[in-house]
Antibody, heavy 120, light 111 residues
Framework: QVTLKESGPALVKPTQTLTLTCTFSGFALSTTGMRLTWIRQRPGKALEWLARIDWDDDTFYRRPLKTRLTISKGRSKNQVVLTMTDMDPADTATYFC????????????WGQGLLVTVSS | QSVLTQPPSVSGAPGQRVTISCTGSGSNFGAGYDVHWYKQFPGTAPQLVIYANSNRPSGVPDRFSGSRSGTSASLVITGLRADDDGDYYCQSYDTSLSDWVFGGGTKLTVL
């Protein structure tokens, strides 16, 4: 059974750096073709794909946010970390991690999501 | 404004059929990229209900069906049930944005 779970702070201040961790089980990111992504949902807005990391450590970012985002594999082989710098109240959102597999263009498993509020 | 356009809301009585539309463009559906559909209850993770236009993941009932033609796609739910209530999102890939894109979501209300 594939499971994913996001963890991190529920509240950050403007200009701070957000660090989120996705802890997953039921699959190995080291498996050829496996990919893990971060997606967010701002209040009242559509879902937005943010970043992706592949089994071979390739990384990809949403163009407008590229300079602020870093996705990496965590210290544990079942974790992926997303950092977003210079947080703004407009970044208040529920952040999800989701699995994507090479050849598929859909997200077949999602974490429950983590609401992050940016406020002073 | 979302790259994929969905109606904000649809409704239907139990047992009825509803259709949720999703309109894209030449850089997503028109470029040959498939549509995928997710259902989301408030405060929970989206759940894949249709992938690659018309395929159902294991566990999704055959009351759910999907199609894509040109730059438009549709999700059809027949035999509406109370637990179909929720938000539905379409999703594709956009080659001009190099980005996975979502519709703005459609709130389905079962009357």
């Amino acid at each position: 059974q594939v499971t994913l779970k996001e963890s991190g702070p529920a509240l950050v201040k403007p200009t701070q750096t957000l660090t989120l961790t996705c802890t997953f089980s039921g699959f190995a990111l080291s498996t050829t073709g496996m990919r893990l992504t971060w997606i967010r949902q701002r209040p009242g807005k559509a879902l937005e794909w943010l970043a992706r990391i592949d089994w071979d450590d390739d990384t990809f970012y949403r163009r407008p946010l590229k300079t602020r985002l870093t996705i990496s594999k965590g210290r544990s082989k079942n974790q992926v970390v997303l950092t977003m710098t210079d947080m703004d109240p407009a970044d208040t959102a529920t952040y999800f991690c989701a699995r994507l597999r090479e050849g598929d263009y859909f997200f077949d498993s999602w974490g429950q999501g983590l609401l992050v509020t940016v406020s002073s | 404004q979302s790259v994929l356009t969905q109606p904000p809301s649809v409704s239907g009585a139990p047992g009825q059929r509803v259709t949720i539309s999703c309109t894209g463009s030449g850089s997503n559906f028109g470029a040959g990229y498939d549509v995928h559909w997710y259902k989301q209850f408030p405060g929970t993770a989206p759940q894949l209900v249709i992938y690659a236009n018309s395929n159902r993941p294991s566990g999704v009932p055959d009351r759910f069906s999907g199609s894509r033609s040109g730059t438009s796609a549709s999700l059809v739910i027949t035999g509406l049930r109370a637990d179909d209530d929720g938000d539905y999102y379409c999703q594709s890939y956009d080659t001009s944005l190099s980005d996975w894109v979502f519709g703005g979501g459609t709130k389905l209300t079962v009357l």
